[in-house]
């Protein structure tokens, strides 16, 4: 069972359209990050979240906080092809010296 | 600046038999960590470091060995290869545990054990 579940797993959308991807857990996150991948890549960072409620803008990306720190999104408005990629989110639990623990990914591809 | 760099980026094994992969990093971050990333599982976290000459068990350890003997190196060992370690290895950094510079990810390495 994967601790944080991401959905949908795949969304294939024409260029243009607006998505929105989710992330979500039982537990509380003391901070979540939002990642991208391209193939044959290692995951890049788009953003981190640490405050409950907290909303970030990257261009035409928006990034949610759930209240609780159980749960984010991710908004994309008007999706460009250059979108296209494994969106990865990932939470820290608490204090001490543990990981980053990882969703199992939202593949998106953005047809011409 | 390089950032991440991982060697190598292919490797097919046959089962039973050892490899390394070695991860090198130019930041100077304390915090180093091994995930492995399967179709559907994200990434899973194998072992993990917290500075020079420290080392702690992930989410899936077993019959995976580490090492940091020198702070920008992470080397991770496959003692004796299995078919169900097929995957694309990924070694990441970090200033600290779960800093908002996030992690620095290597380009990966592919390896499959037949």
């Known amino acids: 069972t994967q601790l944080l579940e991401q959905s949908p797993q795949f969304l294939s959308i024409q260029e243009g359209e607006n998505l929105t991807v989710y992330c979500n857990s039982s537990?509380?996150?003391?901070?979540l990050q939002w990642y991208r991948q391209e193939p044959g890549e290692g995951p890049v960072l788009l953003v981190t979240?640490?405050?409950?409620?907290e909303v970030k803008k990257l261009k035409r990306l928006t990034f949610q906080f759930g209240d609780a720190r159980k749960d984010s999104s991710l908004h994309i408005t008007a999706a460009q092809t250059g979108d296209t990629g494994l969106y990865l989110c990932a939470g820290a639990r608490g204090s001490g010296r543990r990981a980053l623990t990882f969703g199992s990914g939202t593949r998106l591809q953005v047809q011409p | 600046n390089a950032g991440v760099t991982q060697t190598p980026k292919f490797r097919v094994l046959k089962t039973g038999q050892s490899m390394t992969l070695l991860c090198a990093q130019d930041?100077?971050?304390?915090?180093m960590y091994w995930y492995r990333q399967d179709p559907g599982m994200g990434l899973r976290l194998i072992h993990y470091?917290?500075?020079?000459?420290?080392?702690a068990k992930g989410e899936v350890p077993d019959g995976y060995n580490v090492s940091r003997l020198k702070k920008q190196n992470f080397l991770l060992g496959l003692e004796s290869a299995a078919p169900s370690q097929t995957s694309v290895y990924f070694c990441a950094s970090s200033r600290q545990r779960d800093s908002g510079g996030g992690y620095t990810f290597g380009s990966g390495t592919r390896l499959t054990v037949v």
């Open positions: 537990s509380v996150f003391s901070s």
């Open positions: 470091s917290v500075g020079e000459g420290t080392t």
């Open positions: 930041m100077n971050h304390e915090y």
């Open positions: 979240v640490v405050t409950g409620g």
